[in-house]
């Protein structure tokens, strides 16, 4: 369902990934995966796969480019976001 979204397979955001299942799962069908936690732990236990790049990063103030991203996923992370903050930073990238 998530692949229906957009045309585009390029750029997948995962935010708040924790140990990448989302994430490493959607790697197969999208090119490249931003993976992104604040939990250094969780990005350490991450699945590794190529074409994933972790950071360890809050997803209210994330380092990926304006206008890249086709898709964004948060799997089970949202509530430990500032909701405001965090909506306000999707628009962007």
Known sequence: MISSLTSQKAFLWGAGCGCSQLSFTLSKIFSNVIATDISK????????????TFK?????????????????????????SNFERFYSEVPRV
Request: charged letters at 25%; zero cysteines; glycine letters at 0%.
């Open 41 to 52: 732990q969780e990005i350490e236990s991450a699945i590794k796969v190529e074409n994933i």
């Open 56 to 80: 360890e990063e809050h997803s209210e103030k994330i380092s990926i480019e304006t206008n890249s991203i086709d898709v964004l996923t948060v799997a089970q992370a949202i509530h430990w």
